[in-house]
């Protein structure tokens, strides 16, 4: 499979990402810890867009204040659609707030606003908006990285998808309590598979050293 047909083959990946944070976002009322940054405050913002996931003819777009919490964008979760494209506020530390807009079948970020920069030195400033770019990038691969081991878990399956069809239906099967609990398992269960990988490499490895070493005997 080349570069192309793999990134065709994996857009889902965006919306799905998307429709999780949407989820955790609501689960978790809003505020969760987001790795080194600690506790952070992320909320879908002004702008919601839903499209059919078989037929992304169809669309909804919601705008105004917290579209997610509207009816429609109720309804058109429970008809099938899934998030596209969102606007997101985060802010980290209580202080530093960020809007910007994602999208899911590009995965991209577009439409950044960052903090106010306090500085007046010109370099000062130049280096200040290169940290906040960082942070903001450093929280959401900090997310996905979270969704990821969720996704590649059979956990994903068995709990998670499950959780996040009775919250479309509107009802909650998982605490941030259970939640927490069984991200741990899906950490613990990577970490046992590339354990696992490592020792198999590593047998491989030993199997051809005796075999390079025979050829030399011989």
Request: glycine share 8%; proline share 3%.
């Amino acid at each position: 499979m080349d570069l192309i047909d793999r990134i065709e083959t994996t857009r889902f990946l965006g919306s799905e990402f998307l429709a999780w944070l949407w989820f955790k976002i609501e689960l978790f009322e809003g505020t969760f810890e987001i790795g080194e940054l600690g506790a952070c405050e992320v909320w879908l913002d002004t702008t919601l867009q839903l499209v059919g996931w078989v037929d992304e003819g169809e669309k909804v777009t919601l705008r105004g204040a917290a579209p997610s919490s509207t009816p429609e964008a109720s309804e058109a979760l429970r008809q099938g659609k899934v998030p596209q494209r969102a606007s997101l506020r985060l802010v980290v530390g209580g202080k530093e707030e960020y809007v910007f807009t994602f999208n899911g079948r590009a995965f991209s970020v577009s439409g950044v606003k960052i903090p106010a920069v306090l500085t007046d030195a010109t370099d000062e400033q130049f280096y200040e908006r290169m940290r906040l770019l960082e942070q903001l990038d450093q929280a959401l691969v900090t997310l996905y990285e979270e969704f990821i081991v969720l996704r590649l878990s059979p956990l994903w399956e068995g709990e998670v998808a499950p959780a996040m069809r009775e919250w479309v239906r509107g009802k909650e099967s998982l605490t941030p309590r259970s939640y927490a609990g069984l991200l741990q398992r899906a950490q613990a269960q990577r970490g046992a598979r590339g354990g696992a990988r490592a020792r198999r490499a590593a047998a491989a490895g030993d199997t051809r050293a005796r075999r390079a070493k025979a050829r030399d005997a011989d």
